[in-house]
């Protein structure tokens, strides 16, 4: 079997998965024309220490389920396999290893591009590590790169927009939605929830 040549990243923490990940992964897949996605299932996300997340087993269900059957679409334990807290920057060490001729090319929201200045860990050696950004930007967001240029020289270079339809769907929104018992089942893919339904995932407060 050939490997995989250019190797798209999203990461997250995907509680539940919805369609609004599916749509942004499926758009990334076809503009930046990647073999591969890997979606990489974040269990302990250090700027989400503190908050109350799904336990591991269960969001690994729902994403297995949400994922299953879609042509490049893959499930990576690269964080699940180390202990936390899981930083970007050591999870693309880590994938350089598991594909030494791949192109890396790591997903994120036009958001998470401005934070790179004030909010990651280690970003200088986060941006080397990756071959590419494919960027996620909401239709009419404006972005401007001359700071992030002038932080890290060459990042411009790196950057390749993915455009995507604006959907307020959120994972939050979905939680709370199926403790107040108020239909969700068109937020995201039917395998998704009746595994919600199967193990009685969010039907408490507790689960928030």
């Not at 998470?112 to 071959?131: I, T």
């Not at 240029?149 to 979905?174: D, M, R, W, Y």
């Not at 239909?183 to 009685?200: N, S, T």
């Amino acid at each position: 079997m050939t490997a995989p040549k250019r190797i798209g990243i999203f990461g997250g923490t995907f509680d539940p998965p919805h369609f609004g990940h599916l749509i942004l992964a499926a758009e990334a897949q076809y503009q930046l024309k990647l073999d591969i996605l890997l979606f990489v299932l974040t269990p302990d996300p250090p700027h989400k220490q503190g908050l109350h997340l799904t336990n591991l087993e269960d969001r690994l269900a729902m994403l297995a389920a949400a994922i299953e059957g879609h042509d490049g679409f893959v499930l990576s334990t690269v964080d699940i396999d180390r202990p936390g807290p899981h930083f970007t920057a050591d999870t693309m060490a880590l994938l350089h290893q598991e594909y030494p001729e791949g192109t890396l090319i790591y997903l994120m929201g036009g958001d998470s591009l401005d934070g790179l200045l004030v909010d990651w860990h280690r970003p200088d050696e986060f941006v080397a590590l990756c071959n590419e950004i494919g960027v996620m930007r909401r239709p009419q967001d404006e972005l401007d790169l001359r700071p992030l240029e002038q932080a890290f020289p060459g990042i411009t270079a790196k950057i390749h927009f993915v455009e995507a339809p604006l959907l307020e769907i959120a994972s939050n929104q979905i939680r709370r939605r199926i403790r107040q018992g108020r239909p969700y089942c068109f937020y995201l893919p039917e395998a998704v929830r009746a595994v919600i339904d199967q193990r009685g995932i969010y039907q408490t407060d507790g689960d928030e």
